[in-house]
């Protein structure tokens, strides 16, 4: 069974860090388009970073580009993003997904979703003024 357990969130102030993991199961990362999503309260889904695992190019929203920063290790079959210079806007659930590099590119991913990828179940991160 493919799946995704992502952790790392909290509660941290305006400024603060947090680093977010994403440990997959049932399937190895090896040619994969792997992102972080969010979403807050009353608002859409967003495309926070996206990677690909096989050549490691990266994709970063707008919103978060030079504080956020997404890797792998594939011989752990995880995936992070570390958030630095966190701002309560980045208040969200942050979920993980995966798509096959066979038919994404991580700038797809981020922007046109993952509707149909594997998801985790997400992880409350809070970001207080």
């Known amino acids: 069974q493919l799946q995704f357990v992502e952790s790392g969130g909290g509660l941290v102030q305006s400024g603060g860090s947090l680093r977010l993991s994403c440990a997959a199961s049932g399937f190895t990362l090896d040619y994969y388009a792997i992102g972080w999503f969010r979403q807050a309260p009353g608002k859409e889904h967003e495309g926070v970073s996206c990677?690909?695992?096989?050549?490691?190019?990266?994709f970063y929203a707008d919103s978060v580009k030079g504080r956020f920063t997404i890797s792998t290790d594939n011989a752990k079959n995880t995936v992070f993003l570390q958030m630095n210079s966190l701002k309560p806007e980045d208040t969200a659930v942050y979920y993980c997904a995966a798509i096959t590099l066979a038919i994404t590119t991580p700038q797809s991913m981020c922007i046109m979703g993952a509707g149909l990828g594997t998801w985790g179940q997400g992880t409350q991160v809070t970001v207080s003024s």
């Open positions: 990677i690909s695992s096989s050549d490691g190019s990266t």
